[in-house]
C-alpha cells in the first residue's frame, strides 16, 4: 500500500502561485498514473489535473489549463503540482492520488490511493 503526503498549501492573494507537492512512500509510484484532484466545501471532488507514469502525458480541467502545471519526479517518487494565477474559485482541498493504471483517467474509480490533502485559499 502506498501512502501520499501532500504539501504546499496555504493562503495566498489572486494572481499568486503555490506549488504543491505529493510525496509517495511505501512503494515506487513510478508505473502509476497519479492525478491532482480538489474539492470546495459543498462541491463533489473534481479532477484537476494528471499525468501518466512516464510523465509524457499530462491531462488539465478546463478550467485550469495555462495555469496549472503537473509534473512527476519518478527518482523522487514525488508528483507536482504548480499553480500560477490563482483564482478565488481555486479555493478548495487538493488530493494526490495514486491511479491503479499506468495512463492516466480522471474517473476517480480509477484511484485506489489517495493523500489526506492540503488546503488552498486564495483571497479575493
Known amino acids: 500500500q502506498v501512502q501520499l503526503v501532500e504539501s504546499g498549501g496555504g493562503l495566498v492573494q489572486a494572481g499568486g502561485s503555490l506549488r504543491l507537492s505529493c510525496a509517495a512512500s511505501?512503494?515506487?509510484?513510478?508505473?502509476?498514473?497519479m492525478g491532482w484532484f480538489r474539492q470546495a466545501p459543498g462541491k463533489e471532488r473534481e479532477s484537476v489535473a494528471g499525468i501518466n507514469w512516464s510523465g509524457g502525458r499530462t491531462y488539465y480541467a478546463d478550467s485550469v489549463k495555462g495555469r496549472f502545471t503537473i509534473s512527476r519526479d519518478n527518482a523522487k517518487n514525488t508528483v507536482f503540482l504548480q499553480m500560477n494565477g490563482l483564482k478565488p474559485e481555486d479555493t478548495a482541498a487538493y488530493y494526490c492520488?495514486?491511479?491503479?493504471?499506468?495512463?492516466?483517467?480522471?474517473?476517480?474509480?480509477?484511484?485506489?490511493?489517495w493523500g489526506q490533502g492540503t488546503q488552498v485559499t486564495v483571497s479575493s
Open positions: 492520488a495514486a491511479s491503479d493504471y499506468n495512463e492516466y483517467r480522471s474517473a476517480l474509480s480509477d484511484f485506489r490511493s
Open positions: 511505501g512503494r515506487t509510484v513510478s508505473g502509476n498514473a
